[in-house]
């Protein structure tokens, strides 16, 4: 694993909503206490959440930072907005996620509790998967790409940046998708996907 899942405090999560609060829920399983965290989130600000205080991004200097966005274009320009005031990413990975041995998870990078991500994957920095979703092996993630809850990437997928794969969608083996796709919940996706598509429905179209 690469050296994005140690963080410097204080570590700031880049969101207050409910993924916010999953990531500090894999922080806090990982022996991190609400005194390291620092939410950043401009509409609740000024407020608490399990204890960490929340702050306006305008208000974060330093130490580290994670996106708990799951639109990747959000996470894009929040991550240009934390790098500009000094702050570096960092990974975080619920313990009990299941990674094979080969796999680096780059900084930036979020993955839940009861993901599995098996051998040969590479998974961009700024990508996400959520809890008990799979990602198959040889499968590539590219850079600020989701997946979501439940959600099935079957073995040798390539996702390209920007992808969305939604809760209890599947990708078959092989497929390609393309660029800022975003694949509802529950559809397959069967065969090689355009970039810029809304795609739902079995199979996905
Ligand atoms: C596909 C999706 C992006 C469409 O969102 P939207 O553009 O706001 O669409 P709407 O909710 O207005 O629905 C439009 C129509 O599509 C249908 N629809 C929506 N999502 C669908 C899906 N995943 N599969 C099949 N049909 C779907 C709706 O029932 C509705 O049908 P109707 O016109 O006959 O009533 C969204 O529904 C989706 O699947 N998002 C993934 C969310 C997810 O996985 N979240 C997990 C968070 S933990």
């Known amino acids: 694993m690469s050296d994005g899942t140690l963080g410097v405090a204080p570590i700031h999560i880049v969101g207050a909503g409910g993924l916010g609060r999953e990531v500090f829920d894999a922080l806090f399983q990982n022996g991190v206490t609400a005194a390291d965290v620092v939410f950043a989130d401009d509409h609740l600000a000024a407020g608490e959440v399990h204890g960490a ?86 499968t590539i993630v590219h850079e600020y790409t989701t997946v979501l809850p439940g959600a099935n990437l079957a073995g040798n997928v390539v996702l390209e940046r920007d992808v969305t794969v939604g809760s209890n969608a599947c990708v078959l083996s092989g497929v390609h998708v393309g660029a800022g796709t975003f694949i509802g919940a529950g559809a397959v996706a069967t065969k090689t996907h355009p970039a810029g598509r809304l795609l739902t429905r079995v199979p996905a179209r």
């Open 53 to 138: 205080v929340v702050r306006r991004l305008a208000d974060t200097v330093g130490g580290s930072y994670v996106v708990a966005v799951a639109d990747p274009a959000g996470r894009r320009r929040l991550r240009r907005r934390m790098e500009s005031m000094g702050s570096t990413p960092m990974a975080v990975v619920h313990p009990r996620a299941v990674i094979a041995h080969d796999v680096v998870v780059w900084p930036g990078c979020v993955v839940l509790a009861n993901a599995f991500i098996s051998t040969g994957v590479r998974l961009e920095p700024h990508t996400q998967v959520h809890s008990n979703a799979t990602v198959g092996h040889d």
